[in-house]
């Protein structure tokens, strides 16, 4: 199967420019694309995990990546996906976000000049960007750019009724202005991107047949969504960094691992480099014994295989199968530590606690009467142990490591993670 099939089975391409022309240009050895992320942060999280992986797949078939990050752009905010306006950053603290983001794919990408076979050039846009006047910017490309076209873009329709300053507004001049920049500079003649982009990559195409008279080509991702209809990314401590110090190699695992059933095979197609043939016997294997959570598992192995490696992939899964099988007491202090943070519920401190009272107040029940139920029902675990009486006191001496800890379950895989301030 070629590329371009191949990324359309995988349900990869969203949009193109000009289909046919599309892919030819991804059958070509050695063709030029780039794919742009903006330094709003020190690190990337999972929703940047797809360009990432998109960009190894065009690199494996032989094309020539081009890594933007938007050290200009990212000064000015983009208005797409955004109903208000974004806080702008200022120049030092982008700066060093530019720097931490690059140390951070470099881990995926080996970073030099097209001259050197094999790496993949990274650029910043602040590197020409700031050496454009205002005056340059109105005369040398506003000039290609009609206000009917920029409010008909979906990412500014969308901010008419909210409102979108002119610097929100003028985004999509930067964005095209790196298109042709790069394409002048180095050949590179297709731009990939998600579909809330098309606007701003479409406005590049524009401007490059315009300014120099050629044809610029544009591939557009889907937008990756929970079964809700909610954007892909965030889990219940906020968005899913790919910073083992912002969030562990644990927690990026379990959000993997608990993604919907109804999501998992899309979710393997879209982002892990597995064969379409394997993918589907994990759907055949899904189908016939769902309680296995073999796709998630598998989906969970790859991600964390890719962003954190091998160990990291060991560690999760032996902290998963103790937390599983009621084993709490066999992990060591940094495994529930690393289990508890950004996912815990703190409570106030107290000499003790009757179990009903506990278990209201940790948030793993909404009365005392479901308490008192649950642990008559024998459904409630602390720490791998049965809670059966009600008469159970909880006493911070009797948390893990005495600090405070305890691992709660009701039921078979209700886990509650709760800390005694």
């Known amino acids: 199967m070629d590329l371009f099939n191949e990324l359309k089975e995988r349900g990869l391409v969203f949009q193109t420019s000009k289909e046919e022309a599309v892919k030819e240009y991804l059958s070509m050895k050695g063709g030029k694309f780039y794919i742009g992320f903006d330094p709003t942060a020190e690190s990337l999280h999972v929703g940047s995990l797809l360009p990432i992986v998109f960009i190894k797949r065009l690199e494996q078939a032989g094309l020539k990546p081009i890594v933007l990050v938007g050290g200009a752009t990212g000064l000015i905010g983009d208005p797409s996906g955004r ?63 009609t206000l009917n076209e920029m409010i008909s873009k979906e990412s ?38 998600g579909s809330d982009q098309w606007g701003n990559m479409t406005a590049g195409i524009e401007l490059i047949r315009k300014k120099i008279g050629k044809e610029g080509l544009v591939l557009s991702m889907p937008l990756v969504t929970k079964s809700d209809g909610t954007k892909f990314g ?12 912002l969030t562990s190699p644990y927690q990026f695992y379990q959000f993997w691992v608990n993604v ?9 197609k879209y982002y892990t480099f597995l064969s379409l043939d394997e993918i ?3 759907e055949e294997a ?12 598998t989906l969970a192995a790859e991600m964390t295989r890719f962003v954190h490696g091998d160990v990291a992939v060991a560690h999760a899964e032996d902290i998963s199968q103790k937390l599983f099988y ?86 078979k895989k209700d886990y509650h993670f709760v800390k005694i301030l």
């Open 83 to 145: 109903s208000q306006e974004r806080n702008l950053l200022d120049l030092k603290t982008v700066g060093k976000n530019v720097c931490a983001l690059k140390k951070q794919l470099s881990r995926f990408f080996d970073f030099g000049h097209f001259c050197c076979d094999g790496k993949v050039l990274f650029v910043d846009n602040y590197d020409w960007i700031k050496k454009i006047s205002f005056i340059e910017v109105l005369r040398d490309f506003g000039k290609h750019f």
């Open 156 to 193: 500014v329709q969308k901010r008419m009724v909210t409102g979108i300053s002119f610097t929100e507004f003028t985004y999509m001049i930067l964005q095209s202005i790196d298109f042709l920049n790069l394409y002048q500079k180095y050949n590179c003649k297709m731009q990939v991107g």
């Open 234 to 245: 965030k889990s219940e401590g906020g968005a899913v960094w790919l910073d083992a110090k």
């Open 260 to 268: 919907e059933d109804t999501k998992a095979i899309e979710y393997l």
């Open 280 to 282: 589907k016997r994990l």
């Open 286 to 297: 899904v189908a016939k014994e769902p309680q296995k959570r073999e796709a998630q598992k």
């Open 326 to 411: 009621g084993k709490i007491k066999e992990l060591s202090r940094e495994d529930v530590e690393e289990i508890f943070s950004g996912t815990k519920k703190d409570i106030k401190a107290a000499a003790s606690w009757p179990i009903a009272d506990f278990l209201v107040e940790a948030g793993v029940v909404g009365s005392k009467r479901q308490a008192r139920e649950d642990v008559e029902n024998k459904a409630i675990e602390m720490n791998g142990e049965k809670i059966s009486s009600l008469d159970s006191v909880v006493k911070k001496e009797d948390s893990l490591f005495g600090a405070g800890f305890f691992v709660v379950k009701r039921g």
